[in-house]
């Protein structure tokens, strides 16, 4: 049985004081006994925080992103090592918007991935297709080919310690959800990859899907067979809407 995973990407949005508000809310609003390992990845600047007020408690922290290097003349990065100092767990990898608007490629989400591992922490590798790649019928290959990248540098054996998320450039802050249907397709696929070099990992690794997830669609997402939970955007920002969306996983 795999456990739902729950994650929220605040991105680069809040305050301060707004962070630790969302973190308080999140807190006592959790219900006890809930299935969902909860996540959030704040901005860097207010994992310290976070990591005061979430320590010991069920809400884990992780991190957007990470350097692929372990320290030296990196102006403006932030390791692995660095992230685990403030609690972290988890770290977000090839978030589309990093592989867009910052020119990540599938080797340096390799070596990020990688180095997350090195430091301690369980990374969130994020594929998925641009719109044009759906209309142009190129999903498969486009999202073989990012997972494939990290398997042939990394080795399958490191799956056993990592989350995949399927978020669909097309649906992600565009209020436009990938069906659960198609969802699932592509989930299936990533796992059927997974599973041709080892059967034993792919049964357990945890495959979010994300692109506007709601509450008012995440029961049907999460139902699928092979969607194992959420990386959530915007929704994660408003406490009410992401415990919802943690209470459905
Ligand atoms: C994301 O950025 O990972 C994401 C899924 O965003 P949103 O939920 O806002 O689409």
């Known amino acids: 049985m795999r456990q739902p995973l729950v994650a929220g990407n605040w991105k680069m949005n809040g305050t301060r004081d707004g962070a630790q508000r969302l973190v308080q809310d999140i807190l006592q609003g959790l219900k006890a006994g809930h299935k969902a390992e909860v996540l959030v990845c704040p901005p860097f600047v207010h994992l310290a925080d976070a990591a005061r007020a979430l320590k010991g408690g069920e809400v884990l922290l992780g991190a957007q992103d990470l350097c692929a290097e372990d320290n030296g003349a990196y102006t403006g990065e932030v ?4 992230l685990k100092e403030f609690d972290c767990r988890y770290v977000i990898v090839g978030h589309s918007e990093r592989r867009s608007l910052y020119g990540e490629g599938d080797a340096q989400v390799a070596r990020k991935f990688m180095a997350a591992q090195k430091a301690g922490l369980t990374p969130i590798l994020c594929v998925g297709e641009t719109l044009a790649e759906r209309d142009a019928g190129e999903t498969p290959q486009v999202v073989t080919r990012q997972l494939e990248a990290i398997l042939d540098t990394a080795g399958i054996a490191a799956f056993a310690r990592a989350v995949v998320a399927y978020e669909p450039v097309w649906a992600i802050g565009t209020g436009r959800t990938a069906k659960s249907g198609q969802a699932q397709e592509v989930h299936a696929l990533i796992r059927g990859l997974l599973k041709v070099r080892d ?33 959530v955007g915007g929704a994660s920002l408003d406490a009410r809407e992401f415990l919802a969306i943690c209470a459905a996983a």
């Open 79 to 82: 390791s692995g090592a660095m």
């Open 199 to 231: 059967v034993k990992i792919s049964d357990a690794v945890r495959i979010l899907y994300g692109g506007s997830v709601k509450a008012s669609n995440a029961v049907e997402l999460f139902a699928m067979p092979d969607i194992d939970g959420g990386l």
